[in-house]
Antibody, heavy 116, light 113 residues
Framework: EVQLVESGGGLVQPGGSLRLSCAASGFTFSSYLMHWVRQVPGNGLLWVSRINSDGSSTAYADSVKGRFTISRDNAENTLYLQMNSLRVEDTAVYYC?????????WGKGTAVIVSS | DIVMTQSPDSLAVSLGERATINCKSSQSVLYRSNNKNYLAWYQQKPGQPPKLLIYWASTRESGVPDRFSGSGSGTDFTLTISSLQAEDVAVYYCQQYQTTPLTFGGGTTVEIK
């Protein structure tokens, strides 16, 4: 079964850091582009970042550029999102997603709360 | 960035009736070199992640019931639920994946009348 499991979310103060992880199983992780998407509960979906299959190419939403870093460890089948200089407006559920034609498999998400 | 605009924001449909959701992109998501529309539809139920229903504007994801269909090209797209079932109550999102940043519509809430 294809599965993505996020972890690493939690409560952090403004200006703090968190590293999210996304453990992949059931497919050849190293062959697929991966994305992070976030959602404020009750609100819509906002794309955050993507990384290509070997990690050589990344892209970010303007709102997180310079603060967030996406990476992957294909040997460990794990996707990461390093989040620095966190702001209150980064509060959301963060999903990782695998790309087929588009985002065809999503994890259940991990909640990030930025608050003092 | 490509802006995706959905309508209506919400709709209430009787069981067994048709539900229609519209999505408009601020620029064409048709890639002429392969004649494919880079447009997807997702369903999201409370407490769950989004689930891919339709990609390439009209291709149903494996396991998705055939009452769900997608149509349209260029900048105007439609998701149709031909005969609404109770389990279809959810928020539906369109998304373009032609260019980064990927962008989503604001969502349409489908309820039972």
């Amino acid at each position: 079964e294809v599965q993505l499991v996020e972890s690493g979310g939690g409560l952090v103060q403004p200006g703090g850091s968190l590293r999210l992880s996304c453990a992949a199983s059931g497919f050849t992780f190293s062959s697929y582009l991966m994305h992070w998407v976030r959602q404020v509960p009750g609100n819509g979906l906002l794309w955050v970042s993507r990384i290509n299959s070997d990690g050589s190419s990344t892209a970010y939403a303007d709102s997180v550029k310079g603060r967030f870093t996406i990476s992957r460890d294909n040997a460990e089948n794990t996707l990461y999102l390093q989040m620095n200089s966190l702001r209150v407006e980064d509060t959301a559920v963060y999903y990782c997603a695998k790309v087929g034609a588009t985002l065809d498999v999503w994890g259940k998400g991990t909640a990030v709360i930025v608050s003092s | 960035d490509i802006v995706m605009t959905q309508s209506p924001d919400s709709l209430a449909v009787s069981l067994g009736e048709r539900a229609t959701i519209n999505c408009k992109s601020s620029q064409s998501v048709l890639y002429r070199s392969n004649n494919k529309n880079y447009l997807a539809w997702y369903q999201q139920k409370p407490g769950q992640p989004p689930k891919l229903l339709i990609y390439w504007a009209s291709t149903r994801e494996s396991g998705v019931p055939d009452r769900f269909s997608g149509s349209g090209s260029g900048t105007d797209f439609t998701l149709t639920i031909s005969s609404l079932q109770a389990e279809d109550v959810a928020v539906y999102y369109c998304q373009q994946y032609q260019t980064t940043p990927l962008t989503f519509g604001g969502g349409t809430t489908v309820e039972i009348k």
